[in-house]
T-cell receptor
Framework: KNEVEQSPQNLTAQEGEFITINCSYS?????LHWLQQHPGGGIVSLFM???GKKKHGRLIATINIQEKHSSLHITASHPRDSAVYIC????????????FGKGTHLIIQP | EAEVAQSPRYKITEKSQAVAFWCDPI?????LYWYRQILGQGPELLVQ????????DSQLPKDRFSAERLKGVDSTLKIQPAELGDSAMYLC???????????FGSGTRLTVV
């Protein structure tokens, strides 16, 4: 079974700071997802990666398949970015759902 | 934009009572998942459907939980009897292709008292 580790678990930063959240996994994967969850809310899919890098607005996600590692970056962070960010991986095989990390709780202070 | 519908949004129930959650996936999505997320943890898969068939329910506590997806469209997750430890967020997700392109519903927050 894939083990997904995220760091940091909690992060508090000032508005405007550059944010990096890391995710590492133990077994080779077919796809990695970055998800966002606001307090009490459902989950929104931000990115799905199989290789390389993706950018959407102020969010950037990268993955290094050889090192089994992915990062989510937020540029010019804003209080509305405050949420839990969850890394989830799909290992393939068809019969498994995603394996989730425990999430990174991000607070951006004005 | 297409979305995964879940209801109810919140549910409070007494221990030993029965409770049911409903999920309507995105039209055409063959794969449907139910996840349970305990506060402070990542979601855990309870059951995966491919059309109307269960593909994986190895983590579903079958003595009290049941799930069905009649006609391969919407799905119901039932707990009977509910226990205090079942308090969690229950998330439904659907996908057109296994492992990719997930869309999550807003979830049902269950509190068992």
């Amino acid at each position: 079974k894939n083990e997904v580790e995220q760091s940091p678990q909690n992060l508090t930063a000032q508005e405007g700071e550059f944010i990096t959240i890391n995710c590492s996994y133990s077994v080779g994967i077919s796809a990695l997802h970055w998800l966002q969850q606001h307090p009490g809310g459902g989950i929104v899919s931000l990115f799905m990666l199989s290789s390389g890098k993706k950018k959407h607005g102020r969010l950037i996600a990268t993955i290094n398949i050889q090192e089994k590692h992915s990062s989510l970056h937020i540029t010019a962070s804003h209080p509305r970015d405050s949420a839990v960010y969850i890394c989830a991986v799909y290992s393939g095989g068809g019969a498994d759902g995603l394996t989730f990390g425990k999430g990174t709780h991000l607070i951006i202070q004005p | 934009e297409a979305e995964v519908a879940q209801s109810p949004r919140y549910k409070i129930t007494e221990k030993s009572q029965a409770v049911a959650f409903w999920c309507d996936p995105i039209s055409g999505h063959a794969t449907l998942y139910w996840y349970r997320q305990i506060l402070g943890q990542g979601p855990e898969l309870l059951v995966q459907f491919q059309d109307e068939s269960v593909v994986d329910d190895s983590q579903l506590p079958k003595d009290r939980f049941s799930a069905e997806r009649l006609k391969g469209v919407d799905s119901t997750l039932k707990i009977q009897p509910a226990e205090l430890g079942d308090s969690a967020m229950y998330l439904c997700a659907s996908g057109g292709q296994v492992g990719y392109g997930y869309t999550f519903g807003s979830g049902t927050r269950l509190t068992v008292v």
